[in-house]
């Protein structure tokens, strides 16, 4: 089968790679129908982490398909079934999974590397499949619209709304998300989605704050820095946010996320860390009881309810996708998003 791969930095390409067989009474494989390139692809696409990439090794951690064979040992899936797979696989069973916190399973992991297949290849296998897995509605696999939002779940949508829950979101409040990225847009969403009054979208690019609108922010900030910070209070009576969404991850966004949130407020991280960290000013939070909670959002605990919405047609978060590309076109997938020419990138199958 063909199959994404990352030789070296800025070095993506198509390869055949072995077909995934079902090795463990738990595994199913899924034959991909869509996936996407993830803003984290592009870390070591750029070479910005640590290990730097070895050739053939794979990538791609978001995607959905059918099911085409299952080991003796699951019993929530068959083959023909349509699957969506969260950005980390789970066993569904031991204590962190049970408390929600799927993506610190004792037995779990990520996709891609050279432990594991990739997202963004022809078919995948799934470890612990039963605790890993959401059956999606049969009927979807023949809606583009319907299959594209229902990819979001596997990451960005559930990674937004993880950050709406840790600002502690709620009715009636005002909500300010740091980022105009693909998370920072499904953060609005999620925002809309549990009720806020006030969504201040904190971006620069057009075409990234009109979705935003599309999607409920009520104002947009274009400033950055302490420009920013003062265009959010003069919003906010002065007083600042009640939840405030960071979904970038650089010490610069953490640091406007504390200066715009107000005191009692909360901030919800999902930005995955860029730096030490070490300019965020504690005093700032300790003095006006700002809490923050966030982190590596475990979409699999909210797919279910984010599924029911999508399915019902509550929420449509499709359009954070700007371009769609084959398998073959998947380099070029990347070098888009790269030069911020794409938002995020769907591969179709």
Known sequence: MRATVINSPYEIRVEEVPDPVVRHPTDVVVRVLRACICGSDLWPYRG??????????????????????????????????????????SDGTCDFCREGVQTSCVHGGG???????GGQGEAVRVPYADGTLVKLPAEAASDDRMLASLLTLSDVMGTGHHAAVGAGVRAGGTVAVVGDGAVGLCGVLAAKRLGAEQIIIM????????????????????????????????????????????????????STAVRI?????????????????????LRHLFDRNIGVRGGLAPVRQYLPELLEDVVNGTIDPSPVFDLTIGLDQVADGYKAMNDRTALKVLIAF
């Open 261 to 281: 949130a107000r005191p009692g407020g909360s901030i919800g991280y999902v930005g995955a860390p860029h730096g030490s960290g070490d300019g965020i000013d």
């Open 203 to 254: 971006g620069r690019h057009a075409v990234r704050t009109d979705i935003a609108r599309s999607f409920g922010a009520t104002h947009i900030v274009s400033q950055r820095g302490q420009e920013a910070v003062e265009a959010v209070r003069e919003l906010t009576k002065g007083e600042g946010a009640h939840s405030v969404i960071e979904a970038v991850g650089t010490e610069q966004s953490m």
């Open 48 to 89: 910005e982490v640590a290990k730097k990439p070895r050739p053939g090794q794979r990538i791609g951690h978001e995607f959905l398909g059918v099911v085409t064979e299952a080991g003796s040992g699951v019993t929530r899936f068959k083959a023909g079934d349509l699957v969506v797979a969260p950005f980390m696989y």
């Open 111 to 117: 996709w891609g590397g050279f432990d594991h297949d």
